[in-house]
């Protein structure tokens, strides 16, 4: 034999178990990603037409043998949304089927392909689209009447007291949820320069600029009037945005929430919230709900507004690689199963009127 030939025959078996752990690892890391992103329910794609609306959802149906389910009706926050959120609605939505719960969700107005502009949208007209969505699940067979509720998030706050108003829900979990548009604008604000670690000078001009868009939507100013008044920099807000903003910069859900008197209520809330302002939030749940005796706080020190674990949340990478390898580790610790368990303490036929 070659002498030549042992060394490179050597290097070639190195090469072909090198090639071979590489496609083992890249196999495994697949086959965790699957495993983790598989939740044990039946999604469906519905489309809901109720009222004059069209909808096209995503029904989750617990995989559990049962022919009757509570459903969770999900409510979005702000932003073109989809009806899983990109998938983060999920995680939610398996611990809802543990505890015997359906979820429906939708596109948006405008977003996925789903007819309409979310943005010319009031909260009343949310409101009216969600009602719709319930009257059309409580037609459905699988669907035990007595047990609907709602989920929201965030700009929902302004929503789900509406809903209620409108339609018997069970009960409802409120995420985030915002009470008064303006203050929780200055908040958001104040709270965003704090982070930055903004100077006197520019926490002063933005403070001013944003003093200067209150004045322009309580005389209802066009958005080109908006754009001269700040100088022609219209700062990524287009006409859209600016009506969206016009019609819904009012919103106070203060006197809504009576609609929620006596309904159980969970409220959560986050300890690195920049975009509402938790102690009022609580103050005003608490002043409007407590004398019904239904109201249960949850507060998660770790978690910002999307009840994300700030540690996760801080970095795109974090996030990227939690959402493949373990997406139900993005929630702060705790939340998940306080909603399971939230679900599970409700007992049947817990019901309330308009």
């Given at each position: 034999m070659c002498p030549k030939t042992q060394p490179r025959r050597r290097g070639l078996r190195i090469a072909?178990?090198?090639?071979?752990?590489?496609?083992?690892?890249?196999?495994?890391?697949?086959?965790?990603?699957?495993?983790q992103n598989s939740y044990d329910m039946d999604e469906q794609r519905v489309t809901i037409r109720?009222?004059?609306?069209?909808?096209?959802?995503?029904?989750?149906?617990?995989?559990?043998?049962?022919?009757?389910?509570?459903?969770?009706?999900?409510?979005?926050?702000?932003?073109?949304?989809?009806?899983?959120?990109?998938?983060g609605y999920q995680p939610m939505w398996e611990a809802n089927?543990?505890?015997?719960?359906?979820?429906?969700?939708?596109?948006?107005?405008?977003?996925?392909?789903?007819?309409?502009?979310?943005?010319?949208?009031?909260?009343?007209?949310?409101?009216?689209?969600?009602?719709?969505?319930?009257?059309?699940?409580?037609?459905?067979?699988?669907?035990?009447?007595?047990r609907i509720g709602l989920w929201g998030a965030?700009?929902?706050?302004?929503?789900?007291?509406?809903?209620?108003?409108?339609?018997?829900?069970?009960?409802?979990?409120?995420?985030?949820?915002?009470?008064?548009?303006?203050?929780?604008g200055r908040h958001n604000l104040l709270a965003e320069l704090r982070a930055d670690g903004a100077s006197a000078a520019r926490a002063a001009a933005e403070v001013a600029k944003s003093d200067t868009t209150r004045h322009l939507l309580r005389r209802q100013a066009t958005f080109e009037e908006y754009v001269k008044a700040m100088g022609g920099d219209a700062d990524g807000m287009t006409a859209g945005r600016w009506g969206f903003i016009s019609r819904n910069y009012t919103a106070d859900a203060t006197q809504d929430l009576r609609a929620l008197r006596g309904v159980p209520v969970l409220l959560t809330l986050a300890g690195h919230d920049v975009n509402v302002d938790t102690a009022d939030t609580e103050r005003t749940y608490h002043r409007v709900l407590d004398a019904g005796g239904a109201l249960t706080v949850r507060r998660y020190p770790d978690a910002t507004h999307?009840?994300?674990?700030?540690?996760?949340?801080?970095?795109y990478l974090a996030i990227t690689l939690t959402a493949l390898l373990s997406p139900r580790s993005l929630f702060a610790d705790g939340f998940l199963e306080d909603q399971r368990q939230f679900l599970d303490n409700l007992g049947p036929g817990s019901h309330a009127t308009p």
């Open positions: 072909v178990w090198s090639l071979v752990t590489v496609l083992v690892v890249a196999v495994g890391l697949a086959g965790v990603v699957l495993w109720r009222g004059g609306h069209t909808l096209n959802g995503v029904l989750a149906i617990p995989d559990d043998g049962r022919k009757h389910h509570g459903l969770v009706v999900y409510v979005h926050g702000d932003g073109p949304v989809d009806a899983t959120h990109d998938d089927a543990r505890a015997g719960y359906a979820s429906l969700s939708w596109d948006k107005p405008g977003v996925a392909g789903a007819p309409g502009d979310w943005l010319d949208q009031s909260m009343d007209d949310r409101a009216d689209e969600a009602a719709a969505a319930i009257a059309w699940a409580r037609a459905r067979p699988d669907i035990d009447d007595d965030s700009q929902a706050g302004w929503v789900l007291p509406k809903i209620a108003a409108k339609t018997p829900v069970s009960f409802v979990i409120a995420v985030s949820p915002a009470v008064n548009w303006l203050r929780q999307s009840l994300l674990k700030q540690s996760i949340e801080q970095s």
